[in-house]
């Protein structure tokens, strides 16, 4: 799951406690490892939610007592659904509870895949191609615009990963318009630039990132 993704979920949740509590009460957070799930329960002592409401609550739009943002629960639900993971509301001795599931992804996600990393920075592209290797992929490197345009006429590729800008060209967005059938993900260390190309759908990676929410990014887009 992109680390953004996963902190808006968070912060969705936190925001909706803090808002049902009136700014005064305790939210839990709890985080638990399965063999195949990260878990993460958010509990509350604010007023609850009914069960007519726990499953309403992720629908966009729907709000109720004041206690919901009307899309911030569906934002959420979407966001986990996107990552193959669920969010459900339920019982609790306090307030509201809500348990998060996330699958952990293994190395074989990864295994076979051919991936075309285009990075002008030798030292990041040689490290994220080192990565990549360990779980099995198949690694190509263009440090240039022209070169990975010249790449993609000759070879098919499983996943492109890009830089945002290179040779003072967009790039990442170009590429992205020139292969929409292949699975892609921007990086870039301009946060508004990281912005701009989630609002048009692209999936993306803010630098810098350590090379566990790169891989686990990855894997949520093969997946």
Do not use: W
Request: hydrophobic fraction near 40%.
């Amino acid at each position: 799951m992109p680390p953004a993704s996963f902190e808006r979920i968070i912060l969705n949740l936190l925001n909706n406690a803090r808002e049902a509590m009136q700014n005064n009460g305790n939210v839990a957070i709890y985080l638990t490892e399965t063999v195949n799930d990260v878990i993460i329960s958010i509990e509350d002592d604010g007023p609850g939610i009914s069960k007519e409401n726990r499953i309403k609550i992720f629908e966009n739009g729907i709000s109720t007592k004041g206690q919901f943002k009307g899309s911030g629960l569906a934002i959420v639900s979407d966001l986990l659904k996107a990552a193959s993971g669920s969010i459900e509301c339920v019982d609790s001795n306090k307030g509201a509870k809500f348990i998060i599931k996330i699958p952990i992804f293994t190395k074989n996600t990864l295994s076979g895949k051919k991936i075309l990393l285009v990075e002008d920075n030798i030292k990041i592209s040689n490290g994220l191609s080192k990565e990549l290797k360990k779980h099995n992929a198949i690694v190509t490197i263009e440090n240039t615009f022209s070169g990975s345009i010249a790449r993609l006429k000759k070879n098919k590729f499983d996943i492109i990963i890009s830089d945002a800008h290179l040779e003072g060209k967009a790039a990442g967005s170009a590429l992205k318009e020139k292969c929409k059938n292949t699975q892609f993900l921007l990086i870039s260390g301009d946060i508004d630039c990281i912005n701009q190309h989630r609002q048009a759908g692209i999936n993306c990676l803010l630098k810098p990132f350590n090379m566990q929410t790169f891989i686990n990014c990855l894997c949520t887009i093969v997946d």
